[in-house]
């Protein structure tokens, strides 16, 4: 079973960007890692996936143009630089792993979740 750790939220002013992290664990191999988030009172969201071997990546309408998300294979880490922060982009940020069935960017296709991070973007 696939474990999953985030690390890296925080509050952030209006404009600025932040690093959020991810390592995974366990000996289940994943095709595909994901981000996803949770605005309070909404439904959770795709924000970017990435494949963890050819290190193809998708992003989110939210996400397109600022955020960037990354991989180092060796760390078993998953990355999610954010740019150009807004207030909307508050909530928190799950690492996610994704069974190889279904949708890249569907909430649903994501099988193994970690606990999330918080990111507070507020001036």
């Known amino acids: 079973q696939v474990h999953m750790v985030e690390s890296g939220g925080g509050l952030v002013q209006p404009g600025g960007s932040l690093r959020v992290s991810c390592v995974h664990s366990?000996?289940?191999?994943?095709?595909?890692f994901g981000w996803l988030r949770q605005a309070p009172g909404k439904e959770r969201e795709f924000v970017a996936a990435?494949?963890?071997?050819?290190?193809?990546?998708w992003y989110g309408d939210p996400a397109k143009g600022r955020f960037t998300i990354a991989r180092d294979i060796a760390k078993n880490t998953v990355y999610l630089q954010m740019n150009r922060l807004r207030p909307d982009d508050t909530g928190v940020y799950y690492c996610?792993?994704?069974?190889?069935?279904?949708?890249?960017?569907?909430?649903?296709?994501?099988?193994?979740w970690g606990q999330g991070t918080q990111v507070t973007v507020s001036s």
């Open positions: 366990g000996r289940t191999f994943e095709p595909y």
């Open positions: 990435i494949s963890w071997l050819e290190g193809g990546t």
């Open positions: 996610a792993a994704h069974t190889g069935g279904g949708s890249i960017n569907a909430v649903g296709s994501y099988s193994t």
